[in-house]
Structures are given as structure tokens and as C-alpha cells.
């Protein structure tokens, strides 16, 4: 048997007879280093601060986050150590639906009620496929996922069983898909659906085409599986962000609340439809998923202003002035010394002073928050919330032409495609100018783009090169920034091949590179091409 008295095991369940009843089980087994907590918030910090080769956890925690719930938090975060076990413990047999579609399972779970010799079974049975994939733990551990990728796949081909073929193989496909390798990802996704119908192979494929652009396919696949299975949530979660990405507000908030009604504590979700009923123009459903999401992540560690400022927003669009100075307050203490804490609640004034009639009050802050709509730091979402107190300003206050002025500023700097105009468009619809604006702006933003596409195609990309970057520097724009980059590295590659001078092209590659976001995949292509491109030189050299 493997566990011993130096095994390490976290329990957490909300009730008091059952921890101590665990822990009278494992010591019977010899298992004395045995920890407990009440809640999903003392496991995770508990998890924060240690590592145990064991977790026992209740599926159903009470208030709060229930177990399946914790588990995706601690994975998807990287709180949770490969290496750790993980047994859920549940006494609603429903759960053997949601373990059999959950994308991130535990590694083996229980029903109630059991014995201390079915617990010891189960704990080491995962312990056997968890040594299985150790080597691969091993390597990710150290950082090197390309070598943790190659050991899975001779995992797999060597497998002893299903089970440990198909566990290897998910967690190959995983990783293929963190190191942009979809098609890869892809052939194991339907190599193991060739077989069996496994649910969150199917989503992992819906994943992949998602990411690829194909919004309508990968929603089709997603209304499949939950027609398969409807306790899948992350499908939900998923086909929302897809209606979301289409400008389809309103719907994805009915797929949310079908979600949020099978998980109805889950921070990320309620948060989720909260933000799209605010963005679908429903300020009062806003608020109460925003009001309840609050409720839920408040004392959590991965709470943050984000969700306060949404809430903020819906206070001020539905009138409601009860206790938003002290949610002010709370959001000013919450971004602390974050680079975008002034324009955030310069925002959060004019909100607050527009739900309070004092509009002339709000436009003045605006305009000092207008200072900074160019500037690295501000996001498309901080640019949205402005957006937002902006076409609440009376028509009667002067200077109009500032506020198309505005309008025209975030378009032209966050309107990447179709999506971002739609939910531009959505924000500004009772604000027939400055919607105008958005659609010219957008249309102005498209015909230089396709005059770049023209000038490379007639074999000028470097005057396309010039043009982007001269976009991209005055309007912040990312997509365009990163066409920019692509054609630039091009042309600079081909005058290193003739041995011509780069350094102009040096110059504007890295001024878009010092803001453009470095977690960017395409971005991180450019920081590894450009890289490539001086070590080749230096070798020919």
C-alpha cells in the first residue's frame, strides 16, 4: 500500500461529523498527517499555502462554491499540483452525470455512504493512474511542457489499459492547445470520439474551433453536448462567450441563466451574466446577477474591482443611488495602485454623478478621463464603461462634437472586427450621433486596413508596413499593430537576406512591441521571429 504516515491529506467538508469522521478512518489506516477545513475559501487557501498528496472534498459544501466548482478554480488558476490526488465525496448520485461531462474531473469520487476499506481502495487506485502520468507531472513541473508533451504521447502508445490511454491522451490534447498546436489537439479529440462519445472530447474540439474563429460551428457542437449533457456547464459557459463574441447579448444572458440555475453559487458565471444582461441593455437583471455574484466571491482571493464596477454601472443606468458611494469607495480601495485606476474611477465618478442628476459634474470628470483613452492601460472594457456614461450625457449640455470625438477614439482604437462594433453599437443605441460615429469610424478603420492589404498585394508592403505602423502608434490599435508587425518582420527579413540596413525597421517593430500585450500568441510569434531572425544573422556573420 502506498500511503503511509507521512501521506499528507487536506479534507474539506462543511460538516463537523464527517471531517472528524474522515480522519478517524485514514488514522485507522495509518494515515496521521491529516488537516480539515469547512469551506471551498479555507481549502483554497489552505491549498495556497501547503501541498498534500491527498484531498478528500465534499461535492456539496453549502454556501459558497461546491467541490466540482473548486476544483476547476484550483486547476484552471494552477493552484493545484499535478501530483495532487483528488477524491470528490458525494451523496447525490446526479453527480455520476456532471463527473462523466466535467472537463476538469477529480481523479476518482465516492459516493455515500462508505468504509475506511472502499476509501483506501479509491485513494489508491488513483494513486496507481497518477503514477502512470508522473513523468509527464515531472516535466511540467519544471516548466518544460514541449518534453512533457512527447512523454504523453509515448504514454499513451504504450498504454496498459483505457483508462490510462485515455487519461494520457486528455492531458496531451490539453497541453497541445496551451502551445497553439489545435490540429494536433484536434486529431486526439476525434480519435477518442471515433470510439465513444465523450463529452468533453466533444469540447474540446468546440474549444479548438472557437478559437479558430468558427463561432456557429463550435455552438452547434456546444447545444450538442448539452443536449447529451445538460449538467455540463463549461458547454454553457462557452456557447454564451460565442454569443457574446457575435454581439449576441440577450442570448447568451438565457444560456447563462440556464447555466447559473445547475451551479447558482458560481462567482465567474453570475459575474458572466451579470456583465451581458448590463451589455444586452437589462441594467436591472444586470444588477441582481452582479449583486449576487458579489455576495458569493467577496471573501474569495480571485475577487476583484472588475465585478464591483459592472455593478456600478447598473446602479447608475437603473437609478438606484442607495450605498453607491460606498461602493465607490470600495472599488477606489480595490484597484489601489493598478496603472488604470485613474481612468477607472474618473469613470466611476461620472457614473455615480449621473445616477445623482448632476451631469454637468460628470462631464467634467469625463474630460480628464478622456486624457487617458490612448494610453496602454486601458482595455476595451474600461473603454466600454466610458462609453457607457458618455451616451448617458444629457443632449442638452454643449460641445457635442466632443463626444462624437470620443466615440470615434475608442472605435477606431478597439474596434478589431464586427463583434467589438456590435457591442459598440449595442452601448450607444439611444444615441443616434454618436452611434453614427461608430459606423463611420469602423468603415474609415477598414478602408486603411484593406488600402494595406492592396499596397502588400501590388508587392509594397514596405509602404504598407509604414502606413500600419503609423495607425497603429496613433490609435493604439492592436489588431492593427499586429498586422503591422507581420508585414514589417517580412520586409526586414527580406533585407537581411540582401544584406541591407534594418534598423528604421528595428525601430518600428519594437515601439509596437513595448505595448502591444506580450500574452498575446501572435505577439509572442513576433518577440520568437524577430529572436530567430538575429540569431541566424549572428551565425552568418
Same mark, same amino acid.
Given at each position: 500500500?502506498? /500511503?503511509?504516515?507521512?501521506?499528507?491529506?487536506?479534507?474539506?467538508?462543511?460538516?463537523?461529523?464527517?471531517?472528524?469522521?474522515?480522519?478517524?478512518? &485514514?488514522?485507522?489506516?495509518?494515515?496521521?498527517?491529516?488537516?480539515?477545513?469547512?469551506?471551498?475559501?479555507?481549502?483554497?487557501?489552505?491549498? #495556497?499555502?501547503?501541498?498534500?498528496?491527498?484531498?478528500?472534498?465534499?461535492?456539496?459544501?453549502?454556501?459558497?462554491?461546491?467541490?466540482?466548482?473548486?476544483?476547476?478554480?484550483?486547476?484552471?488558476?494552477?493552484?493545484? @499540483?499535478?501530483?495532487?490526488?483528488?477524491?470528490?465525496?458525494?451523496?447525490?448520485?446526479?453527480?455520476?452525470?456532471?463527473?462523466?461531462? *466535467?472537463?476538469?474531473?477529480?481523479?476518482?469520487?465516492?459516493?455515500?455512504?462508505?468504509?475506511?476499506?472502499?476509501?483506501?481502495?479509491?485513494?489508491?487506485?488513483?494513486?496507481?493512474? #497518477?503514477? /502512470?502520468?508522473?513523468?509527464?507531472?515531472?516535466?511540467?513541473?519544471?516548466?518544460?511542457?514541449? *518534453?512533457?508533451?512527447?512523454?504523453?504521447?509515448?504514454?499513451?502508445?504504450?498504454?496498459?489499459?483505457?483508462?490510462?490511454?485515455?487519461?494520457?491522451?486528455?492531458?496531451?490534447?490539453?497541453?497541445?492547445?496551451?502551445?497553439?498546436?489545435?490540429?494536433?489537439?484536434?486529431?486526439?479529440?476525434?480519435?477518442?470520439?471515433?470510439?465513444?462519445?465523450?463529452?468533453?472530447?466533444?469540447?474540446?474540439?468546440?474549444?479548438?474551433?472557437?478559437?479558430?474563429?468558427?463561432?456557429?460551428?463550435?455552438?452547434?457542437?456546444?447545444?450538442?453536448?448539452?443536449?447529451?449533457? @445538460?449538467?455540463?456547464?463549461?458547454?454553457?459557459?462557452?456557447?454564451?462567450?460565442?454569443?457574446?463574441?457575435?454581439?449576441?447579448?440577450?442570448?447568451?444572458?438565457?444560456?447563462?441563466?440556464?447555466?447559473?440555475?445547475?451551479? @447558482?453559487?458560481?462567482?465567474?458565471?453570475?459575474?458572466?451574466?451579470?456583465?451581458?444582461?448590463?451589455?444586452?441593455?437589462?441594467?436591472?437583471?444586470?444588477?441582481?446577477?452582479?449583486?449576487?455574484?458579489?455576495?458569493?466571491?467577496?471573501?474569495?482571493? /480571485?475577487?476583484?474591482?472588475?465585478?464591483?464596477?459592472?455593478?456600478?454601472?447598473?446602479?447608475?443606468?437603473?437609478?438606484?443611488?442607495?450605498?453607491?458611494?460606498?461602493?465607490?469607495?470600495?472599488?477606489?480601495?480595490?484597484?489601489?495602485?493598478?496603472?488604470?485606476?485613474?481612468?477607472?474611477?474618473?469613470?466611476?465618478?461620472?457614473?455615480?454623478?449621473?445616477?445623482?442628476?448632476?451631469?454637468?459634474?460628470? &462631464?467634467?470628470?469625463?474630460?480628464?478621463?478622456?486624457?487617458?483613452?490612448? #494610453? @496602454?492601460?486601458?482595455?476595451?472594457?474600461?473603454?466600454?464603461?466610458?462609453?457607457?456614461?458618455?451616451?448617458?450625457?444629457?443632449?442638452?449640455?454643449?460641445?457635442?462634437?466632443? &463626444?462624437?470625438?470620443?466615440?470615434?477614439?475608442?472605435?477606431?482604437?478597439?474596434?478589431?472586427?464586427?463583434?467589438?462594433?456590435?457591442?459598440?453599437?449595442?452601448?450607444?443605441?439611444?444615441?443616434?450621433?454618436?452611434?453614427?460615429?461608430?459606423?463611420?469610424?469602423?468603415?474609415?478603420?477598414?478602408?486603411?486596413?484593406?488600402?494595406?492589404?492592396?499596397?502588400?498585394?501590388?508587392?509594397?508592403?514596405?509602404?504598407?508596413?509604414?502606413?500600419?505602423?503609423?495607425?497603429?502608434?496613433?490609435?493604439?490599435?492592436?489588431?492593427?499593430?499586429?498586422?503591422?508587425?507581420?508585414?514589417?518582420?517580412?520586409?526586414?527579413?527580406?533585407?537581411?537576406?540582401?544584406?541591407?540596413?534594418?534598423?528604421?525597421?528595428?525601430?518600428? &517593430?519594437?515601439?509596437?512591441?513595448?505595448?502591444?500585450?506580450?500574452?498575446?500568441?501572435?505577439?509572442?510569434? /513576433?518577440?520568437?521571429?524577430?529572436?530567430?531572425?538575429?540569431?541566424?544573422?549572428?551565425?552568418?556573420?
Amino acid at each position: 500500500m502506498y /500511503f503511509d504516515e507521512n501521506t499528507t491529506v487536506l479534507i474539506i467538508e462543511d460538516s463537523l461529523t464527517v471531517r472528524q469522521g474522515l480522519r478517524t478512518m &485514514l488514522s485507522m489506516a495509518g494515515i496521521t498527517r491529516s488537516d480539515a477545513v469547512s469551506s471551498a475559501a479555507e481549502g483554497r487557501a489552505r491549498l #495556497k499555502g501547503r501541498r498534500f498528496d491527498v484531498v478528500l472534498c465534499d461535492y456539496n459544501l453549502g454556501d459558497g462554491m461546491d467541490g466540482q466548482e473548486l476544483l476547476e478554480a484550483l486547476r484552471k488558476t494552477g493552484a493545484l @499540483p499535478l501530483s495532487t490526488i483528488w477524491i470528490m465525496i458525494t451523496g447525490e448520485r446526479k453527480y455520476e452525470r456532471v463527473v462523466a461531462a *466535467a472537463e476538469m474531473a477529480p481523479d476518482d469520487y465516492i459516493l455515500k455512504p462508505f468504509n475506511s476499506n472502499l476509501l483506501l481502495t479509491r485513494m489508491n487506485n488513483a494513486h496507481k493512474r #497518477k503514477q /502512470f502520468l508522473a513523468p509527464a507531472h515531472e516535466l511540467l513541473e519544471k516548466g518544460n511542457r514541449s *518534453a512533457a508533451i512527447n512523454t504523453l504521447q509515448q504514454l499513451a502508445a504504450a498504454a496498459p489499459g483505457t483508462a490510462n490511454r485515455i487519461d494520457a491522451n486528455r492531458l496531451c490534447a490539453e497541453l497541445l492547445v496551451t502551445e497553439g498546436r489545435q490540429g494536433e489537439a484536434l486529431h486526439i479529440y476525434q480519435e477518442l470520439l471515433e470510439s465513444k462519445v465523450i463529452p468533453w472530447a466533444k469540447m474540446g474540439v468546440a474549444r479548438i474551433q472557437a478559437d479558430q474563429g468558427m463561432q456557429g460551428e463550435s455552438s452547434a457542437l456546444l447545444k450538442e453536448i448539452i443536449q447529451d449533457a @445538460p449538467l455540463y456547464t463549461d458547454a454553457y459557459d462557452l456557447l454564451a462567450q460565442n454569443l457574446i463574441d457575435e454581439g449576441q447579448y440577450a442570448q447568451a444572458v438565457d444560456v447563462l441563466e440556464k447555466a447559473v440555475s445547475i451551479s @447558482p453559487r458560481n462567482f465567474h458565471r453570475l459575474k458572466s451574466c451579470g456583465t451581458a444582461a448590463l451589455r444586452a441593455g437589462d441594467p436591472e437583471k444586470g444588477a441582481q446577477y452582479l449583486q449576487r455574484a458579489v455576495e458569493v466571491g467577496r471573501n474569495n482571493n /480571485f475577487f476583484g474591482p472588475e465585478v464591483l464596477i459592472d455593478l456600478l454601472q447598473a446602479y447608475s443606468e437603473t437609478g438606484n443611488t442607495q450605498n453607491i458611494d460606498r461602493l465607490q469607495a470600495e472599488i477606489s480601495a480595490s484597484l489601489a495602485d493598478r496603472p488604470e485606476a485613474q481612468f477607472t474611477l474618473l469613470t466611476c465618478k461620472a457614473l455615480t454623478a449621473l445616477v445623482q442628476q448632476r451631469a454637468e459634474e460628470a &462631464l467634467a470628470v469625463l474630460k480628464q478621463a478622456a486624457d487617458d483613452l490612448l #494610453k @496602454p492601460f486601458v482595455h476595451f472594457e474600461s473603454a466600454q464603461r466610458f462609453l457607457g456614461a458618455v451616451v448617458r450625457l444629457p443632449e442638452t449640455l454643449p460641445d457635442p462634437a466632443l &463626444l462624437e470625438d470620443w466615440t470615434r477614439t475608442i472605435t477606431m482604437r478597439f474596434a478589431y472586427s464586427r463583434h467589438e462594433l456590435a457591442t459598440l453599437q449595442e452601448i450607444a443605441r439611444k444615441h443616434p450621433h454618436c452611434s453614427e460615429r461608430i459606423e463611420h469610424a469602423y468603415a474609415e478603420l477598414q478602408e486603411q486596413s484593406n488600402r494595406a492589404v492592396e499596397l502588400t498585394t501590388e508587392g509594397r508592403a514596405a509602404e504598407a508596413g509604414h502606413m500600419l505602423h503609423e495607425m497603429a502608434m496613433r490609435l493604439y490599435n492592436e489588431r492593427t499593430g499586429m498586422n503591422a508587425c507581420a508585414i514589417l518582420l517580412r520586409v526586414r527579413e527580406q533585407l537581411r537576406k540582401k544584406n541591407q540596413d534594418v534598423a528604421e525597421y528595428d525601430r518600428m &517593430l519594437h515601439e509596437m512591441l513595448d505595448w502591444l500585450p506580450k500574452d498575446n500568441e501572435r505577439v509572442q510569434g /513576433f518577440l520568437s521571429r524577430l529572436h530567430d531572425q538575429d540569431g541566424d544573422n549572428a551565425k552568418s556573420s
